[in-house]
């Protein structure tokens, strides 16, 4: 598009054009060349006459909406030449009271109280504003507010102009006085009955600037605080009230709230229009007002200024995303996009441009997963295991139960891994009670008959020891070694593994952290097996990995996640899941109960115990006062021996405890010399007691649904009856209502989506090593829509040009959003 020089811009034509179709009754009359329609789209299609962006905005879209005159109503022409005409009446007013023209944003021309404040900038906007350029060269943003605003990253005009809002509030819509109503968000108009500017009686430092406004329909009073010496001064407050005169229209924007003196508006936004019905140029007025993640110093309308100096840069972006997948889904351009999400026009404009910014944010999170995943199966030759043979078929025969249809579906995925050159990267998920024991047993035994050694590490001492007890009995009937190397395990028995490995006389090492130690090496290790893979760190997992040669890795959770959190947490994993639970499981009553009903528990718990059963009785864990929660669990455990169960034998579990009393609690418990054990969360994976029917949950609504479910599992896995009491003294609806979808449901994938829904991602994977991006828009919660097809989208681009040889801005912009995603980690 061209610029228009003012100077030669022929006025009146267009005036009379509007003119002319007005007169003939809106019928889009045909003109020598063109129809009005034609003629006017054209016209509004350049680049308007002036910088000021708002204006240029307006100008802009009057073009596509004549672009669509064919399809609007006689009233809607009728309103459209009317807005038209009040557009081309401010530009000429532009024109004539500024000739001069600075090739950056305006200001904007807003009599908005929050914009009179005293000057704090001396910075010179320069001629040409780079996106590299500090966002110090803007006339909004001085050298402190520059390094102030370096703890939000915003360094260059580039970081200024991706800072999206937070939110936004809509000021877009007006009524009458008659009809505002606390809570809602509103733009009134009317005329100025009186105004006053003065300071406070009580306090000098604080002047109290108010109007009355009158419409049609009634009258109201809003007023505005501002603190300092400044706003004390005598001649700031006279000039306030000659911005403001007497029977002059005003528009104000603002919150609605009810005082004792009856409706306002809350910290109000004001500008004085041209005529009742004129224009609201204003960055705030009657319009979304963007909300930004604020930090010390900076108010809001230095970034909002900011912004809207910086779009003069916004033709400089370039947009790398393929013209055919903007197509294919639907995408705003992204200058457009960018220029919408700062200041939509309306709630339609700004929902488009939100889906095109979260499109990208998953977009280049998800190439990046897959380029990585590509990258490592090409970097990384991995041997290729026989899926026949003799252990296979031997374990086969020996296996008490038959496998479920999901089982052998995804031991059929990991086998078709297991026979690829490219090392295995396939994380299982499976509910509680699924069997993903068994199927990690069968890619163990694919490495062992193909001349391999085979690792699998537990985050737990319990959990580690639980895999060890379950392999060992299937181990002996196939006559194979295994051990199990924990930080328990004695210096006479390390010595005694680590020269089997090294033999390569040990197939199989089960154990914790251990297995990472120096000392511990194979002598040909092909496989690895990470259980509750999310507990270990990226080195800690890299340190196991390095004690082969490229071996295959299988790792394992027993905590489903939905698909959304999978593909972003392990895009670049292959995921499958066993969504299926073997024959003869009972599904466990699940009951909540209130503090009051806690007797009920106790003679439940008193039955089944008496039948021959066993019970837990959890007590929750919070991190910033264990030493308290020991011994809250101490004084439950002592009450629970002397008082209520004084007839059965109560075991005490937890954190704090060494690794022999754990083991001897553990086993006690097992082998049922206790009936009832007292424990902290260190029982909710790994724990495996057919006996026990009874998972009492103290203070159940300080766990996740997750955990719940996790902790609920460890009943139910006999041929008796299971029960589960959600103990909890909270009374608020979230709480009831998360603790609801246990009583309704034993599926964890459907508990862990609910689970994302209510809480958020951060609080189902714990917010400290949660590992999520740091997305600007997307939410996991919100737009798992988008973050499918852009899963699917990069797929496609992976897919035609696998090493992106043809596209080096999308290679060039990769780079840079995952930096400012999730640092370099990910490319490393």
């Not at 500024?98 to 090739?103: F, L």
Request: aromatic share 8%.
């Amino acid at each position: 598009m061209s610029r228009i020089n003012p100077e030669k811009f022929d006025w009146e034509r267009i005036e009379k054009a509007l003119q002319v179709e007005s007169e003939y009754g809106y019928k889009n009359i045909q003109g020598k060349l063109y129809r009005f329609s034609e003629f006017l789209c054209l016209t509004f299609g350049d680049t308007p006459p002036v910088t000021n962006l708002l204006v240029a905005f307006r100008w802009q879209e009057t073009a596509k909406k004549f672009a669509r005159y064919s399809h609007l109503t006689i009233l809607e022409r009728e309103d459209l030449i009317n807005q038209t005409l009040n557009l081309i009446g401010e530009v000429k007013e532009m024109i004539v009271n500024k000739p001069y023209y600075h090739p950056v944003a305006e200001e904007v021309k807003s009599l908005a109280v929050a914009e009179v404040k005293p000057p704090s900038n001396t910075s010179v906007a320069p001629v040409t504003l780079k996106l590299d350029d500090p966002v110090t060269l803007l006339k909004a943003i001085s050298l402190r507010q520059g390094e102030l605003l370096k703890k939000l990253q915003i360094v260059t005009i580039r970081d200024l102009l991706f800072y999206y809002p937070r939110d936004h509030i809509d000021y877009g819509r007006q009524v009458n006085i008659k009809d505002l109503v606390a809570g809602e968000t509103v733009t009134i108009v009317g005329k100025i009955k009186k105004c006053d500017c003065f300071s406070s009686p009580k306090n000098k430092k604080l002047t109290i600037f108010s109007l009355i406004i009158i419409d049609r329909t009634g009258e109201v009073k809003i007023s505005r605080f501002f603190a300092g010496n400044f706003y004390s001064n005598r001649g700031w407050q006279e000039k306030m009230k000659r911005q403001f005169p007497r029977n002059a229209i005003v528009a104000a924007s603002g919150l609605v709230k009810q005082n004792k003196y009856g409706i306002t508006l809350e910290n109000p936004e004001f500008e004085v229009l041209n005529s009742q019905g004129g224009n609201i140029n204003s960055l705030k007025i009657g319009r979304l007002l963007p909300v930004y993640p604020l930090t010390d110093g900076i108010p809001a309308d230095v970034i909002r200024n900011g912004v809207m100096e910086a779009m003069v840069a916004l033709p400089q972006i370039s947009d790398p995303l393929p013209v055919i997948l903007k197509q294919q889904y639907g995408l705003m351009e992204l200058q457009e996009a960018i220029a919408r999400i700062h200041y939509p026009e309306d709630q339609d404009q700004l929902s488009h441009a939100r889906r095109r910014l979260i499109f990208d944010e998953f977009f280049y999170l998800q190439l990046g997963f897959l380029q990585r995943r590509q990258e490592q199966k090409e970097s990384r030759i991995a041997v290729s295991f026989t899926p026949n043979g003799r252990l296979i078929e031997e374990f086969n025969q020996i296996l008490p139960f038959s496998l479920t249809n999901a089982q052998k579906r995804v031991i059929e995925e990991i086998i078709k891994d297991l026979q690829s050159p490219s090392p295995m990267n396939r994380l299982v998920q499976g509910d509680v009670g699924a069997g993903k024991t068994i199927v990690a047993v069968f890619a163990i035994l694919t490495a062992l008959q193909s001349g391999y050694q085979g690792a699998l590490m537990a985050p737990t001492e319990v959990l580690a020891e639980q895999h060890y007890r379950k392999i060992v009995g299937w181990f002996n009937l196939l006559h194979l070694p295994v051990e199990l190397l924990t930080g328990s395990t004695k210096t006479a028995k390390r010595r005694q593994i680590h020269g089997q490995l090294e033999s390569g006389e040990l197939p199989l090492l089960i154990g914790t952290h251990a297995l990472i130690q120096d000392p511990v090496q194979f002598r040909n290790l092909g496989l690895v097996v990470i259980d509750e893979q999310h507990r270990f760190g990226v080195q800690q997992r890299a340190k196991l990995l390095s004690k082969g040669r490229s071996p295959h890795v299988l790792s394992m959770t027993a905590t489903p996640i939905p698909r959304t959190l999978a593909l972003t947490l392990h895009g670049d994993l292959d995921v499958s899941q066993i969504d299926e639970l073997p024959p003869g499981r009972q599904p466990i009553q699940t009951t909540v109960l209130t503090g009051k009903q806690r007797p009920q528990a106790y003679e439940l718990i008193k039955r089944e115990v008496a039948q021959g059963r066993q019970a837990y009785v959890i007590f929750p864990l919070i991190e910033e006062s264990e030493k308290l929660d020991v011994k809250a669990a101490i004084a439950e455990y002592e009450k629970f021996s002397e008082k209520i169960f004084p007839n059965f034998n109560v075991g005490l579990l937890h954190g704090r405890m060494s690794s022999a009393d754990k083991d001897k609690a553990l086993n006690a418990f097992r082998d049922n010399e206790t009936q009832i054990i007292v424990s902290t969360t260190v029982i909710e994976v790994g724990v495996d007691v057919p006996n026990a029917t009874v998972m009492l949950i103290e203070n159940a609504e300080r766990f996740g649904l997750s955990q719940l479910h996790q902790l609920r599992g460890r009943v139910g896995r006999g041929s008796h009856k299971s029960f589960c009491l959600l103990v909890t003294s909270s009374k608020t609806p979230d709480s009831i209502q998360r603790l609801n979808v246990l009583e309704q449901s034993q599926d964890g994938f459907f508990i862990s989506e609910m689970d994302l829904r209510l809480r958020g991602p951060g609080e189902v994977l714990g917010s400290r090593q949660s590992g999520l991006p740091d997305f600007a828009l997307a939410s996991l919660v919100e737009d798992q829509e988008v973050l499918v097809l852009a899963r699917e989208a990069a797929e496609k681009i992976l897919l035609q040009d696998k090493y992106m040889q043809g596209e080096n801005s999308l290679k060039d912009e990769l780079q840079r959003r995952y930096q400012k995603l999730i640092g370099n980690e990910i490319l490393t």
